[in-house]
């Protein structure tokens, strides 16, 4: 019988050390980079599934015949100058240079190496400070215009999507199934020291104007 209270006790006592200790992985699961890196991946994977149906169905590549290779000719290199980016609504045209290390950003709106060029199908994405180039960003919505110039043509984005995510989130660069444009800077933007969270702009791509 003690023998029998015993296994009963110790079995208890596994299951609710077993309970806790799944208890404190989920809060600690929710509460860091982990989370982040999970949701962003399964951000990734939908988008990417997105993407593939997207390009295997003809009737809705409406733009099938006009692919990336297509648009430029030679892939930038580091610290070159590729356009411009013209933001109607506050009158603004600010230079857009290869990369986003703080020897870009110095010069202008940097463009997330990783990313396609402006005017490609996918995630385009662009950085800028929000204490220089972005520092009236928050002013630019939803239903607004963005315009790139490059060398392959002018390129009018029309911002469907306002987001404020937090600095480490990494959903901002996934896949996009169409032509997309991302702006990004600090926020909130009167934010002394290194700001926690990002301004986001996302736009799709709404006419354009080839060079060739």
């Known amino acids: 019988m003690k023998d029998t209270e015993l296994k009963r ?18 809060l600690w699961f929710s509460t ?9 991946y399964m951000i990734f ?42 933001i109607p609504k506050l009158g603004a ?17 940097g463009h997330f190496s990783k990313s396609v060029l402006p005017g490609e199908n996918d995630n385009s994405v662009l950085s800028g400070h929000r204490d220089t180039v972005f520092r009236k960003l928050g002013e630019v919505g939803k239903g607004d215009m963005l315009v790139v110039e490059t060398e392959a043509g002018r390129f009018t984005y029309k911002v469907k999507n306002v987001r404020i995510v937090d600095k480490d989130d990494r959903t901002v660069i996934v896949p996009k199934p169409r032509a997309t444009l991302t702006v990004s800077t600090c926020y909130p933007f009167d934010y002394i ?16 104007q080839l060079n060739k």
């Open 45 to 86: 994977k939908t988008d990417q599934e997105t993407a593939d149906d997207y390009q295997s169905n003809p009737a809705n590549n409406v733009k099938k015949q006009k692919t990336n290779d297509a648009l430029y000719s030679v892939r930038p290199k580091k610290g070159e100058n590729i356009g411009e980016l013209i």
């Open 32 to 40: 860091t980079n982990a989370f982040k890196f999970v949701k962003g």
């Open 9 to 26: 006790s110790k079995l208890r006592f596994i299951l609710l050390t077993f309970s806790v200790s799944f208890i404190l992985f989920g």
């Open 93 to 109: 045209s600010l230079p857009i240079v290869h990369g986003t290390d703080e020897e870009q950003l110095e010069k202008g709106v």
């Open 193 to 208: 020291g290194d700001s926690p969270e990002r301004y986001i702009l996302v736009a799709n791509l709404i006419s354009e």
